[in-house]
């Protein structure tokens, strides 16, 4: 099997502003370079005073050949979103997606991953920690494609998030979130799929060599390419994969503490283990405050997030209430209580009962809560909750003045925690150990040389 080639959705708009630093060739037989601006209108792509269906843009055979998108989105829907001008080497596409333009780079799978190492992590990141990254990446990535007449072709379902069934059954609206198929190219290149942002940031050698050093290499379970997740901090334990997508459970995706020393882990499906376990500081690899290991994980957007283990958020009734108003699109009133109903394996909430004055629904599952519950993404779904009352006296006849979250983790905590593995890294374990400690039961393989 060859190495297969990716296409990768950047950015969308009316209008897309390109510079090419040097002569690419356009699909309709010219040579262009500098500053060119294609434009949506009437269905159709308007570029210097033609009209086109699609276009493509070439670079040489020339190994520094780049263009630059402006104003590409990164952090979409995230507390670190901001616009940047982005380069990027392969081809370039430009198609039409509904009314507007969208910019699609064509590259090999590779030197995707490279990007993808260098923009998911720091490049101060230790060798074993890209290197285990590079294999998740790939095996994420090949698992959503399959072969087809001994090519790669895209094979995610349609739409989950779409087709996630919704019970509003009982008052409840449970959802869930997961990559959709993109109809037009294989994935995007925000954090929805992986953060890919081509060469804007320097490749680093170590990236490189991450990339180089597995080429091919992939995590396999029983025969099958794993479904591998990753997400920034586990907060000690692992999530399980049914309790935050669809209800399949992957045997390498499994309850474990994020520790070697310390084995035992508490019953965190239970509500006064998950108290305890979220108000504690417990043992684990991601229990860290080193700046050198934090700094190989959080790009500096990231690092403006400081607490993430444990981490707390309050809210007044009114910030509360609003809130989800607005995030949910029902009134609930002012809130009453929010009750954990059901806990996954880190003490992640699966399902929350929010108790309004107007009306009461349990809302699931994980990153329907944490969408719910802030302006953007609350870090994790691993709260309790506490309430505090400005006057004294009978509790039950009075709201709330004040909520307070306390929470672990940082994500969805299936799979590869990047935190721990950081550090995992720094302790000296080799690349292998640590896939085998987040992934129990899977192993490496090579699918293409």
């Known amino acids: 099997m060859t190495q297969p080639q990716i296409t990768v959705g950047i950015l969308s708009g009316k ?12 699909s309709v037989g010219t040579e262009i370079s500098g500053t060119q601006k294609v434009i949506y209108q009437d269905g159709k792509i308007h570029w210097q005073g033609k009209e086109y269906d699609e276009l493509s843009f070439i670079p040489p055979q020339n190994a520094h050949a780049f263009f630059e998108l ?9 507390h670190w979103e901001r616009k940047e001008v982005q380069k990027f080497k392969g081809e370039l596409k430009i198609i039409i997606e509904g009314k507007q333009l969208t910019a699609i780079n064509v590259i090999s799978i590779e030197e995707y991953l490279t990007s993808v190492i260098s923009s998911e992590m720091s490049a101060t990141a230790s060798l074993e920690l890209l290197k285990a990254h590079a294999v998740i990446s790939r095996s994420w990535l090949l698992n959503k494609l399959r072969v087809e007449n001994g090519e790669w072709r895209i094979t995610m379902p349609p739409d989950s998030a779409a087709h996630s069934p919704l019970s509003t059954l009982h008052s409840q609206y449970i959802k869930w979130y997961d990559h959709e198929a993109h109809r037009n190219f294989d994935v995007c290149a925000d954090d929805h799929c992986q953060r890919y942002q081509g060469i804007t940031r320097a490749s680093t050698p170590q990236a490189i060599e991450a990339v180089s050093a597995t080429r091919g290499e992939v995590l396999m379970y029983k025969g099958a390419i794993c479904d591998a ?29 994020d520790s070697k020393t310390e084995k035992q882990l508490p019953d965190l499906n239970i509500e006064a283990e998950a108290d305890k376990w979220i108000r504690t500081s417990p043992v684990a690899f991601c229990n860290t405050q080193d700046k050198k290991i934090l700094s190989q994980v959080l790009n500096n957007y990231d690092q403006e997030t400081a607490d993430f283990y444990r981490w707390k958020v309050s809210y007044t009734q009114q910030e509360l209430s609003t809130l989800i108003h607005q995030r949910s699109g029902i009134d609930f009133g002012q ?23 107007l009306r009461t629904l349990i809302i699931g599952k994980e990153l329907e809560i944490r969408r719910t519950l802030s302006a953007s993404h609350l870090y994790s779904s691993a709260f309790v909750i506490d309430k505090e009352y400005e006057e004294k006296g009978d509790k039950e006849d009075k709201l709330p003045s004040r909520f307070i979250l306390t929470g672990a983790g940082w994500g969805h905590g299936v799979g590869l925690c990047q935190i721990g593995a950081a550090v995992m890294g720094e302790q000296g374990y080799k690349y292998e150990e640590i896939l085998s400690h987040y992934y129990p039961g899977s192993t490496l393989e090579k699918q293409y040389q």
């Open 15 to 26: 209008e897309i502003e390109i510079s090419f630093p040097v002569k690419f060739s356009s």
């Open 70 to 78: 402006k104003d590409v989105t990164i952090g979409i829907n995230f």
């Open 229 to 257: 997740r990753f997400s920034k901090c586990c907060g000690g334990a692992f999530e399980e994969f049914q309790n935050c997508w669809e209800n399949v459970k992957h045997p390498y995706l499994i309850r474990q503490r």
């Open 335 to 357: 809130i009453i209580d929010l009750i954990p109903i059901e806990r996954g394996t880190s003490g992640r909430l699966v399902r929350l009962k929010i108790v309004g004055t």
